[in-house]
């Protein structure tokens, strides 16, 4: 129970903190919706060609906007003096990760909520299948996963902005790669049996790096 009280703590003082100065989701949204903007006119859109390029620029949204969230997750306690506070809290080390992992998935959530209905309109495609949110939601947790980690790793060098793109986006291929093929087969209207290879790849993804960082978090904090 120490554990999940501690999780729960984490989160609701990082929710708290963004309620107050909106500055991580105001960031996220408006790149991501600049993304979504500058495609849909960038291309001469017909019907025939539009579901073949909006998987693609639906999860460049997405993961350009996730890094300036991700990239957020660790500077108040970096520059505020928290991080020395966090370790000296008496819980396990992994339940900080999983405290900022939860913090970082929510905002993502909340990001790509609000610009789905905008992608929808502007790309004319249909959003409301549980099976597109599924690899949302599957896609979102393997990057964020990963990225929790390299941002507590990264927010230790000066340049911590450019050091979490270079670090994350080779780990993270394979996620955005299932994510965006499993959404262009979803909005193509295949049954969910299509792409039961790339969801497995999701979920495998999802397990093995969370597993990977709650057992390396503790070393790359005490550096």
């Known amino acids: 129970m120490r554990f999940w009280r501690g999780v729960a703590a ?44 909006a998987p693609g620029v639906l999860w460049v949204a997405f993961a350009f906007a996730g890094i300036l969230g991700l990239n957020r997750s660790f500077v108040l306690e970096r520059e505020g003096g928290c991080i020395e506070g966090l370790m000296l ?15 970082n998935v929510l905002f993502m959530l909340v990001m790509e909520a609000f610009i789905l209905p905008i992608f929808a309109v502007l790309f004319d495609v249909p959003i409301l299948n549980p099976a597109l949110w599924l690899v949302i939601i599957l896609g979102t947790i393997g990057f ?24 994350l986006f080779p780990i993270a291929v394979p996620v955005i ?24 790849l999701l ?13 390396g978090f503790e070393y790359v904090l005490e550096e």
Request: net charge neutral; glycine share 4%; aromatic share 8%.
């Open 10 to 53: 984490i989160v609701a003082k990082d929710v708290a903190a963004e309620l107050r100065s909106k500055e991580t989701l105001s960031a996220m949204f408006i790149f991501a919706l600049m993304v979504v903007v500058i495609f849909n006119f960038a291309f001469e859109l017909r019907v025939e060609n539009v579901r073949q390029i």
């Open 89 to 103: 809290t008496p819980v396990d080390r992994s339940a900080i990760y999983v405290g900022k992992l939860v913090g």
């Open 144 to 167: 964020a996963a990963v990225g929790t980690l390299l941002a507590a790793m990264a927010v230790n060098t000066r340049a911590r902005e450019i050091m979490l793109p270079i670090l």
């Open 177 to 200: 790669i299932a994510s965006t093929r499993s959404t262009g087969q979803i909005l193509d209207g295949l049954p969910l049996s299509e792409t039961y290879t790339w969801l497995r």
């Open 203 to 215: 979920l495998a993804f999802d397990i093995v790096f969370t597993v990977i960082a709650l057992l």
